[in-house]
């Protein structure tokens, strides 16, 4: 493997032939069959759309940047009726309830804002050493002892106590 290299995680056989219709054989890039947390895992820095994916890199404790584009028309009817009612998109954010990893989100997802983010995590180690604590707090709430409520829950079902 080369000493930097972008991992591409694919979701499909039809995402991986556009992928690769891109990429080509660049010898700086890695397209993966599915495997996006093991591509997580791996990464210094996860590049993603908002959604699920980000709280799963939240979870593998990476640090990540946010871009995301929805059509012009969406966007606009969005804002016209107000119905963003968070000030974050990515769920890190929201469940810290402030800006924990860059958002850049519709005019600002140009690639020249997304590699500035990007670099910063490369850049500033204390950054990202600040970023974890963070994650592992929001890991922790989020657990919250599934498996002994759970078994509460049945005990209380069944009549016996926990």
């Excluded at 397209?31 to 093991?38: F, K, N, Y």
Aim: aromatic share 4%; net charge negative; proline share 6%.
């Amino acid at each position: 493997m080369c000493p930097a290299c972008l991992l591409i995680p694919a979701a499909n056989a039809q995402c991986r032939a556009a992928i690769d219709a891109i990429v080509g054989d660049a010898p700086a890039m890695r397209v993966l069959d599915g495997d996006a947390q093991r591509a997580m895992i791996a990464s210094d820095v996860v590049l993603l759309a908002s959604g699920t994916a980000a709280l799963e890199a939240m979870l593998c404790k990476r640090p990540m940047v946010i871009g995301h584009r929805i059509s012009g028309l969406t966007y606009a009817i969005v804002k016209a009726f107000g119905l963003l009612k968070s000030a974050h998109v990515s769920l890190p954010n929201v469940l810290a309830g402030e800006t924990l990893v860059p958002e850049l989100l519709q005019d600002d997802c140009t690639p020249a804002n997304l590699q500035a983010a990007l670099l910063r995590w490369f850049c500033d180690a204390d950054a990202v050493e600040a970023l974890q604590p963070r994650f592992l707090a929001i890991h922790e709430t989020l657990r919250r002892d599934a498996s002994a409520r759970a078994a509460d829950a049945v005990a209380g079902l069944v009549g016996t106590p926990a």
